[in-house]
């Protein structure tokens, strides 16, 4: 993490087999991603005139919390 920057590092060690030889090729890559804060996303939003309905985790769809990494808005003009 990049707390400063407000970007975190993201390490993805992928496998993949081919089925008609069983051999495993490994990929592995880095992904640099930005975060944002829920009150940088309602200022971004406010700028647009936007209202944030609700924001809540993705996939879980549980309340947002500090070990959340996936984030959904939903907004209103």
């Not at 089925?19 to 406010?46: C, G």
Request: no cysteine.
């Amino acid at each position: 993490m990049h707390k400063n920057e407000n970007w975190v590092d993201v390490n993805y060690q992928v496998f993949i087999r081919d089925k008609s030889s069983n051999a495993v090729e490994e990929l592995q890559e880095t992904h640099r991603m930005r975060y944002l804060f829920k009150p940088e996303i309602e200022l971004l939003l406010r700028e647009f005139q936007i209202q944030v309905v609700a924001f809540r985790e993705w996939i879980t769809n549980r309340e947002a919390g500090f070990d959340t990494w996936g984030v959904y808005f939903i907004g209103r003009t």
